[in-house]
């Protein structure tokens, strides 16, 4: 029996009927008790914790699917703002070459997969053709449904990140397919300094990566 991979970026993976209806309770003040799917178990769990929005407040969602109407159907458009939140580089190599805001990505999902989903480097790369084609399916053709772009870049990322994700991707054996992949992420990591993890503040939103942030994530 052959099993595929999991598409976690598919929007059908999420309960769209349960989502919505726990907008349209929070909407219209009422109380919910919404689940965390746990990556490590592959389960929907319920925390017992409880949430309501107060009086003038805004509630936020974020994730790929944000500017697709389908993720809120139910939810009247007058009360909906999005904003497209993207790592656009904008950093070059040298006068030709600009360095890819895709390999930033990357190299952000594999620092952040280890550390909160428990995922090897090599399982992260595994999964990163999914990934893009989650973005070419999923996010591409509804960015220009956005109120507003905001570009998350940090200019001093890949260095904050480079000691971290070095020894994930020094894991890869020549045996392991993306073996490749990872020596050339590791070659194009070489051009930077990597700097201490103290000099990151903990509000940076790096840290969503590195961990340590003083937001709950």
Known sequence: MNIGNYDFEDINAIDIPLFNDHLEKLLNGEEVEMPVFNFKTGKKEYSGKKTKLGKDEILLLEGIHCLNDKLTERIDKKNK??????ALTTLNVDYFNRISSTDTRLIRRIVRDYNTRNYTAKHTLKMWY???RGEKKNIFPYQEEADYMFNS????????????????????????????????LLAFLQY?????????????????FLTGSIYEL
Not at 81 to 86: F, T
Not at 160 to 165: N, Q, S
Not at 192 to 208: G, T, W
């Open 81 to 86: 703002y999005k904003i497209y939140i993207s």
């Open 153 to 184: 870049s940090v200019i001093y990322e890949i260095a904050a990140l480079k000691k971290h994700i070095v020894p994930l991707l020094e894991e890869i054996t020549d045996v392991d397919e993306e073996y490749s992949e990872a020596r050339r």
């Open 192 to 208: 930077f300094e990597d700097i201490e993890d103290n000099l990151v503040p903990n509000n940076s939103l790096i840290r969503e």
């Open 130 to 132: 999914s990934v893009r």
